[in-house]
């Protein structure tokens, strides 16, 4: 069984220390993203979080600070679209005050052009932004709230001019979708210091239909940027980082692929995620969690969290992408915009 990471941290069952936290402030957002909140599925059924049920950000606040010690020097916030969790730069710089802590955000860039000055202020040093084409037709047909490209490029902008870099954008391929985008956007990327990257199309949750013929392959993806704009691959920035870097061969920057179907990387997975309603999940793929909010709003002290949550990183034994083909008929998986990308 693990026991203490060379950080003074935890470690799981196979030995992986736990390193990032990404913590959902809402399952709520602003856009149906066929891949991740399809509007058949997230119809007038679903139930949204009440208020009451999501962590406040005194509760967060505190989580984050008790996972510190525990190894975590990294915490990104995400969804749902963070952005829409009303006064969210109020968290930021409560998070932005825990020292050491290296603290990002991932949202849809719709709301920073209001946004992005408000999150720099109050600390926040980065963002990644989601894009997943530069043509108007396909970029409404995936976000299906029929949000314009330019929205989400004055996004970028914004953050850009409030220092938020470097900006990463991430475009997730989707066969049938938008695999034709993707040379464009290296293209249109490609010199301005910010640096795509493509992910793979994954089976998260159960509503978006997901078959593996929907997937591009990095591979793929790779030899169609580098037929027109030559790439090397470059060495990865520190160990365990999801995507595979790529340099150009002209010095104008980098490209990022995430392989995370044909090439998983569970063994050196050291993420930890808290859903809005404050649920522990040890795997993006895991159908259930564990329930630290109960513990939050109960008299335990912090160092009864700090045991609840070493027990279950100290159990952990999640390696989904590894068993894809045998889990792909285990129990419900829980959905992307609830856990958190
Ligand atoms: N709303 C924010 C956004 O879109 O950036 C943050 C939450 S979103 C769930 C986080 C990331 O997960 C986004 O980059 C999104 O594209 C990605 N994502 C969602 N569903 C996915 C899927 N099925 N496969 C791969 N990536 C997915
Ligand atoms: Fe919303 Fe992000 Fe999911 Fe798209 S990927 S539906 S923007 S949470
Ligand atoms: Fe980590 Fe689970 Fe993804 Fe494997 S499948 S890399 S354990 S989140």
């Known amino acids: 069984m693990g026991d203490v990471g060379a950080n003074g941290g935890i470690t799981d069952i196979f030995n992986r220390p736990l390193r990032d936290l990404r913590i959902s402030v809402t399952d709520r957002c602003n856009f149906r993203c066929v891949y991740c909140m399809p509007k058949e599925a997230f119809g007038r059924d679903y139930q949204f979080l009440e208020r009451r049920q999501l962590l406040t950000f005194e509760e967060i606040e505190r989580i984050a600070r008790i996972f510190v010690p525990l190894g975590v020097s990294k915490i990104r916030i995400t969804g749902g679209e963070p952005l829409v969790r009303k006064n969210i730069e109020t968290l930021i710089a409560k998070l932005a005050a825990i020292q050491g802590l290296d603290l990002a955000l991932t949202t849809n860039g719709s709301m920073l052009p209001r946004k992005a000055q408000a999150l720099k202020d109050a600390g926040l040093t980065r963002v990644s932004v989601s894009l997943d084409s530069l043509d108007d ?23 850009a001019a409030a220092g938020l870099t470097p900006i990463k954008i991430n475009m997730v391929v989707r066969r049938g979708f938008n695999e034709g985008s993707v040379v464009d956007m290296a ?3 490609k010199g301005t210091g910010h640096i795509v990257r493509f992910i793979e199309y994954m089976d998260v949750g159960e509503t978006n239909g997901w078959r593996m013929d929907d997937v591009v392959p990095a591979s793929e993806i ?4 580098g037929a027109e704009m030559p790439l090397e691959p470059a060495e990865p920035n520190y160990r365990g980082e999801v995507a595979d870097r790529y340099r150009y061969l002209d010095g104008s920057g980098e490209i990022g692929v995430i392989a995370s179907v044909t090439r998983s990387f569970c063994g050196d ?8 309603e404050g649920s522990l999940y040890t795997c993006l793929f895991a159908s259930k969690g564990y329930d630290l909010r109960q513990l939050l709003r109960s008299d335990a002290d912090d160092a009864t969290l700090a045991e609840a949550i070493t027990k279950v990183w100290r159990g952990r034994d999640d390696r989904y992408s590894d068993l894809r083909s045998e889990a792909a008929i285990g129990p419900p998986r829980v959905e992307m915009s609830y856990i958190g990308g």
């Open 269 to 276: 997975c050291t993420r930890a995620r808290i859903s809005a």
């Open 222 to 225: 790779v030899t169609m940027i």
């Open 187 to 189: 293209r249109h990327f």
């Open 137 to 159: 037709d396909v970029f409404k047909l995936m976000n299906d709230v029929d949000f314009p490209v330019s929205g989400v490029l004055d996004g970028i902008e914004a953050a």
